[in-house]
């Protein structure tokens, strides 16, 4: 079982950048970021396809963030600029075990970002 760790969580200001890591303990593939804040569901945020290193994003994060990977590391960021107050949520990554697929298979614990205004 491939286990995903998100870090890079924090408490920033409105404007603000972060960036989160998730990292794999194995092979993974599709790899997708979403965040859910009190009370919501949770949304999807944006998603790296595997084969063709291409990225795509919700409309609320478009031009804000943006998502890339570290093969060598198994590692996918999710680096958040302009943060808004309204990015505030628990964010978490997600991923597939099979390289065709945009089913998550694993998921990680999430990390807090918390943006004050």
């Known amino acids: 079982q491939v286990q995903l760790v998100e870090s890079g969580g924090g408490l920033v200001q409105a404007g603000g950048s972060l960036r989160l890591s998730c990292t794999a303990s194995?092979?993974?593939?599709?790899t997708g970021w979403f965040r859910q804040a009190p009370g919501k569901e949770r949304e999807f945020v944006g998603v790296i396809i595997w084969s063709a290193g291409s990225t795509y994003y919700a409309d609320s994060v478009k031009g804000r963030f943006t998502i890339s990977r570290d093969n060598a590391k198994n590692t996918v960021y999710l680096q958040m600029n302009s943060l808004k107050p309204d990015d505030t949520a628990v964010y978490y990554c997600?991923?597939?075990?099979?390289?065709?697929?945009?089913?998550?298979?694993?998921w990680g614990q999430g990390t807090q970002v918390t943006v004050s205004s």
């Open positions: 997600a991923a597939a075990a099979i390289p065709s697929r945009l089913v998550y298979d694993y």
């Open positions: 194995g092979r993974t593939f599709n």
